[in-house]
C-alpha cells in the first residue's frame, strides 16, 4: 500500500496543519485553495512534520509513501530554493523513509532524477504525456524500478500503446480523483 502526503506544500486542512509557521509557507499552488509552496531549505521546521507523517504511515502499515510537489525549486514559490537544497531536502526524505523500511516514490521531480533515481525506490508522475517528458522518467526502467503514472486529460488510446511499450504502469482517472480509473495493462 502506498500511502499519499505533500511534502512540499502546505495544506490547511490536514491535522497537523498547525506545525507549518507561517516564515515556511510561501505562495499559493494556482488551483488549489489553501495550499502553499513550503520552503525546502528550512528543514529543522520540515523535516520533524515529515518524520510524524511517515511514522504515521509506519502506524498505518503503508508499505510506501508518495511525496507530492517535490520540484518546489522550479515553483514560483515565494522562497529563492536552490537545485541543490531542494536536492538536499528529497534526499533527507528518503533516508527517513528507509529508515522506517517504507519504500518511497519520486513523485514529479523530473529534473533531478538524474541525481535521485539511485536513492527512490520508484517514480510517480501526473501527466508526463501530456506534457511530452514521459522519457525523462527511463531511468528507473533502467534500474528495473516502477514508473507509476496518471493520465488526466488524455484518453487511453493515446497514451496506453506509449506506456506499455516503455514498461510503464498508468492509468486514466479524472481530475477530482474519484473511483473512476482505465488502467493501461
Known amino acids: 500500500m502506498i500511502c499519499y502526503f505533500s511534502a ?3 495544506e490547511d486542512w490536514r491535522p497537523d496543519a498547525n506545525k507549518f ?3 515556511v509557507r510561501g505562495k499559493n499552488l494556482d488551483g488549489w485553495p489553501g495550499e502553499n509552496w513550503l ?3 528550512n528543514l529543522d521546521v520540515l523535516m520533524p512534520v515529515m518524520i510524524a507523517r511517515m511514522d504515521m504511515a509506519v502506524q498505518k502499515k503503508c508499505d510506501a509513501v508518495d511525496l507530492d510537489n517535490m520540484d518546489i525549486y522550479q515553483q514560483d514559490s515565494g ?7 531542494n536536492l538536499a531536502y528529497a534526499k533527507a526524505l528518503v533516508k527517513e523513509a528507509h529508515k522506517r523500511n517504507l519504500a518511497i516514490g519520486l513523485k514529479n521531480n523530473l ?3 538524474k541525481d535521485l533515481v539511485n536513492d527512490y525506490d520508484f517514480a510517480i508522475n501526473e501527466s508526463c504525456y501530456d506534457y511530452s517528458e514521459c522519457d525523462m522518467l527511463k531511468p528507473f526502467i533502467q534500474q528495473g524500478k516502477p514508473v507509476l503514472g496518471i493520465e488526466y486529460n488524455k484518453s487511453t488510446s493515446q497514451f496506453c500503446a506509449a ?23
Open 21 to 23: 509557521p507561517s516564515s
Open 8 to 10: 512540499g506544500s502546505y
Open 111 to 113: 529534473d533531478q532524477i
Open 163 to 185: 506506456a506499455n511499450a516503455s514498461n510503464y504502469d498508468f492509468l486514466k482517472k479524472n481530475q477530482s480523483l474519484d473511483q473512476a480509473r482505465q488502467a493501461c495493462r
Open 39 to 41: 520552503d525546502a531549505g
Open 79 to 85: 522562497f529563492s530554493i536552490s537545485y541543490a537544497e
